[in-house]
Structures are given as C-alpha cells and as structure tokens.
C-alpha cells in the first residue's frame, strides 16, 4: 500500500479584499504579471518555481464568519532576498507585520499586511531551494 501525505503542497492562497479591482493592480504590480484567470469579483495568479495560484476575492463573497481583521495563520512564500522584497513591499503601501527575523540554519522570515489587511509572509528557506534543484536534476542523476 502507498503512503501518501495529507497536505501535498499549496494549491491555492485566497485572499479576501474589500477592494477587488485596487487588489488586483496592486498584485499585478507586485508579481509583474496580471492574473490568469478573473471572473467578477475574482482574479487568480499563478507565480513561483511551482505556479501556486494566489487568489483575490471580493471581501462581499467571504462564507459567513469570515471575519474583516487579520487571522492567525501566515502563509510564507520563499524569496531570494527577503529584505529587499520587504522594502519593496512596504514602497508600496503594504504595512509592517513582523520585521525581517533571521531564525537560524538560513531560514530568513518577514511579513506585512497588505492593503486589506491580509498577511503576506515572505521567507528564504533553503528546504525549499534543496527541493527545487532536486526536482531539476535529471533522473539519472537522482
């Protein structure tokens, strides 16, 4: 029988904003790229080594109990300067969260709130480089 794990990796980042169409520039502005797929009231990205999609959703179609203030959970997309990305964050408008915390071994971590208020962690993390450049070898080499 095949193990398999519960949480394969992201699929989709959600994100709940009471400005859908400023969302959608300010993201666009951010990633360099407009988004993929947009219905009203939705638009999604796919970024990274691995076209995660991040999602920004009309706050008007959040399920019930979603609430307007910041959550507890952070969700970490890896950088390769994460300094610099927080400047150019915080360049544009986003606010400060948590300041650039180095936390040992080379994992680096940051975050902000962007301009509806929802968390947008940043990290260098060597696990995630040491998983790219594995997938990038050719098999033979494996």
């Not at 519960?6 to 400023?22: N, P, Q």
């Not at 071994?105 to 940051?110: I, L, M, N, Y």
Request: charge should be negative; include cysteine; proline fraction near 6%.
């Amino acid at each position: 029988m095949a193990t398999t794990q519960t949480l394969r990796g992201l699929s989709t980042i959600c994100y709940y904003v009471a400005d859908h169409e400023a969302a959608r520039k300010w993201y666009t502005e951010l990633l360099g790229i407009a988004p993929y797929f947009e219905r009203p009231g939705y638009a999604e990205f796919r970024i990274g080594d691995y076209q995660h999609e991040l999602g920004l959703i009309d706050r008007r179609y959040a399920p019930p109990g979603v609430k307007d203030s910041q959550g507890g959970v952070i969700t970490y997309w890896h950088v390769d300067e994460v300094q610099g990305t927080l400047d150019r964050l915080l360049a544009m408008g986003a606010t400060l969260n948590e300041p650039l915390v180095e936390r040992g071994a080379g994992f680096v971590t940051a975050s902000v709130l962007d301009p509806w208020g929802n968390v947008l962690g940043i990290m260098y993390n060597p696990h995630y480089l040491e998983i790219l450049e594995q997938r990038r070898q050719p098999a033979a080499e494996k």
